[in-house]
């Protein structure tokens, strides 16, 4: 089991590019998450998915779209990037809702110039 | 908002030392209470989790105590080993909700010296 894969592992982009983060999970989790980690900030919710065909907003969802493309996938869309969108993303999922260990994946590390 | 506040930031301890990290939220509705552990260049990963209904729970080294009047939980890390140097984030959600939010704290960074 390769349990919460991201790609890419790092991206570089100008200000106004849009890019798409992927995220794949293996383990037949119901939920997914996407979060964001800035320094002192620890880790913040952009958005979640609860079961596949549904999406809700996190704490931070501004600038930022996300798809269930099915019980697997759940994307996370950036179609404007701001400096301010500078940071380590981090995909989770879990078996139910947040009451049940979330599993993490690797990490992708943007930078917006 | 912050709804739960790690302190401290930063902590050195010296092998064979007891590290101390608190959380307190604020949210009397919280249940669910995870602490997370993370490498360097790695994703968190689970450590231990407590719900409100026990004082403290023990999994080798690591324990949690909770504190439900106070609105308080801390992990203690026992006899620290340098292998325990990482980022530790505590975190407070309603687990009984399926559609509730994981709160994470702002992480302490755990440097433990040989």
């Known amino acids: 089991n390769a349990g919460v894969t991201q790609t890419p592992k790092f991206q570089v982009l100008k200000t106004g590019q849009s890019m798409t983060l992927q995220c794949a999970q293996d383990?037949?989790?119901?939920?997914m998450y996407w979060y964001r980690q800035d320094p002192g900030m620890g880790l913040r919710l952009i958005y979640y998915s609860a079961s596949e065909g549904t999406t809700d907003k996190g704490e931070v969802p501004n600038g930022y779209n996300v798809s269930r493309l099915n019980k697997r996938e759940f994307s996370l869309r950036l179609e404007s990037a701001a400096p301010s969108q500078t940071s380590v993303y981090f995909c989770a999922s879990s078996e139910y809702g947040p009451g049940y260990e979330q599993y993490f994946g690797p990490g992708t590390r943007l930078t917006v110039t | 908002q912050q709804q739960v506040k790690q302190s401290p930031q930063s902590l050195i301890v010296q092998k064979g030392g007891i590290s101390i990290i608190n959380c307190a939220y604020e949210n009397t509705a919280f249940d669910y209470f995870p602490w997370y552990q993370q490498f360097p260049g790695k994703g968190p990963a689970l450590l231990i989790a407590i719900r409100p209904d026990v004082s403290e729970k023990k999994e080798g080294r690591f324990t949690i105590s909770f504190n439900k009047s106070a609105k308080q939980f801390s992990l203690h890390i026992m006899d620290s080993q340098p292998g325990d140097s990482a980022t530790y984030f505590c975190a407070a959600s309603r687990g009984s909700s399926n559609t509730g939010k994981l709160i994470f704290g702002q992480g302490t960074t755990l440097q433990v010296k040989p």
């Open positions: 383990m037949n989790h119901n939920s």
